[in-house]
């Protein structure tokens, strides 16, 4: 499959003859963790110093690198997505759905229960310079307002937690896919994200939960274990799948079959 996206072509100044959905990562290049590229730029090992020294922040503690690009190339690593309409699932404010626009020449529908998200997202895209590969649709997940065997790629990080049906909601992200495509939905930061920032994003998390008493951090942990996901999505009825632990998230990956 050829990318015959203009806008993508003028972005990337690049050929879309060079665009194939299974050449993503060397069409466009590796997509790099903006603290990782900072680090190589002055020669720097990754770490808690030397992203220090790299981006000259002493409090670099209060701002975490940015976990979405290395999201996304778990994405394209687990799901090595064919260009075409990809589907961001609970999407937020579209960080997830922007660092995989900007690694592709796919166009990337937000989809989220929430209008303000979604206004976020778009707010986000036109920032970015990607207004023109990024839609929004309000929706749910139990209930998508998308034509099946329609799209080429789902992801949802850190939203299926939310969902009041999350077993309904896994059997509509299978209808929308097609034959042959991969969801990604679950949680986490990407295998290459920095162990440092981990602990400390950790650190801060479990920090804020407990101050909401000992239930909530229960009812925290209850939902995000690998056996909850398997679970639904055995609820579900999905044939074949599979939970792929990135420690300290995890994933659902699932394929739609061709037959
Ligand atoms: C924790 S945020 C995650 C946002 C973003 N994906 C990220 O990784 O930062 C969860 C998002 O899921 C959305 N959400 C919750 N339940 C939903 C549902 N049933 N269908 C669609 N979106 C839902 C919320 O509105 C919210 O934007």
Redesign the pocket.
């Known amino acids: 499959m050829t990318c015959d996206d203009e806008q993508a072509k003028e972005e990337k100044g690049r050929s879309p003859d060079e665009c194939t959905g299974e050449q993503i990562r060397k069409c466009h290049g590796e997509v790099q963790h903006p603290c990782t590229t900072s680090y190589k730029d002055k020669g720097l090992k990754p770490g808690r110093e030397s992203c220090v020294e790299a981006e000259g922040t002493p409090e670099r503690a209060t701002h975490l690198p940015e ?2 690009v290395p ?1 996304a190339e778990d994405v394209f690593n687990y799901c090595r997505p064919d260009q075409g309409l990809w589907v ?10 922007l660092a995989l626009a900007r690694g592709s020449c796919s166009t990337v529908v937000f ?4 209008a303000k ?1 979604l206004s976020d997202a778009l707010e986000n895209a036109k920032q970015s310079g990607l207004a023109g590969r990024a839609r929004a649709v309000a ?4 209930s998508l307002p998308l034509a099946s065997g329609s799209v080429n790629l789902v ?11 999350p077993p309904r ?1 896994l059997r509509e992200v299978y209808r929308i896919l097609r034959p042959g495509a991969r969801a990604l939905v679950g ?1 986490g930061f990407g295998s290459s994200y920095p162990e440092w920032a981990l602990e400390e994003f950790r650190r801060r998390r479990d920090k804020h939960i407990r101050a909401q008493g000992r239930k909530a951090l229960h009812d925290w942990y209850e939902v995000r274990r690998p056996e909850w996901l398997a679970a639904q999505a055995q609820a579900a009825g999905l044939g074949e799948f599979l939970v792929k632990p990135v420690p300290p998230g995890f994933w659902l990956l699932v394929e739609k079959g061709t037959g």
């Open positions: 976990w979405f999201v961001d699932l609970g999407s937020g404010s579209g960080g997830l759905g989809v989220d229960s929430s998200a929706g749910r997940a139990e992801t949802s990080r850190g939203s299926i937690f939310f969902w009041n049906d909601g949680g």
